[in-house]
C-alpha cells in the first residue's frame, strides 16, 4: 500500500504565501517524478508544477515566477512554496507521484487533497 499525505493548505489573503508538503509512504520501490495538481470548482484538475527525481522542474505558465516545488528524495516527500497567492489560485490541491512498488510496474498515486483558499 502506497499512501500520499498532503498538508499546509488553508485560508490566506491575497498576496500571502502558503507551504504545501506530500509525503509518501508504503512499500516504495522508487520514485520517478511527483507533482503537484489543482482543482477549482467547476474546473477541469490541472497540473501546477513537477519534478523528476533527478530535480527538473516544470511549472503551468499562471504559477512562474510564483510557485516554487522542491523534493526531499531521503524523505519521499515533495514541497509546494506558494508566493504573491491570487484568488485564482483557490482549488484543492492534490500530490502525484509516478513510483513503484516492488513486484509491480509504475504507476500513478495521488494523494486526498488539500484545500486553499485565497479571499480577503
Known amino acids: 500500500q502506497v499512501q500520499l499525505v498532503e498538508s499546509g493548505g488553508g485560508l490566506v489573503q491575497p498576496g500571502g504565501s502558503l507551504r504545501l508538503s506530500c509525503a509518501a509512504s508504503?512499500?516504495?520501490?522508487?520514485?520517478?517524478?511527483m507533482a503537484w495538481y489543482r482543482q477549482a470548482p467547476g474546473k477541469q484538475r490541472e497540473l501546477v508544477a513537477g519534478?523528476?527525481?533527478?530535480?527538473?522542474?516544470n511549472y503551468a505558465d499562471s504559477v512562474k515566477g510564483r510557485f516554487t516545488i522542491s523534493g526531499d528524495n531521503a524523505k519521499n516527500t515533495v514541497y509546494l512554496q506558494m508566493n504573491s497567492l491570487k484568488p485564482e489560485d483557490t482549488a484543492v490541491y492534490y500530490c502525484?507521484?509516478?513510483?513503484?512498488?516492488?513486484?509491480?510496474?509504475?504507476?500513478?498515486?495521488w494523494g486526498k487533497g488539500t484545500l486553499v483558499t485565497v479571499s480577503s
Open positions: 508504503g512499500s516504495i520501490f522508487s520514485i520517478y517524478a
Open positions: 502525484n507521484a509516478g513510483l513503484r512498488v516492488a513486484g509491480a510496474p509504475p504507476m500513478d498515486y
Open positions: 519534478i523528476t527525481s533527478g530535480g527538473s522542474t
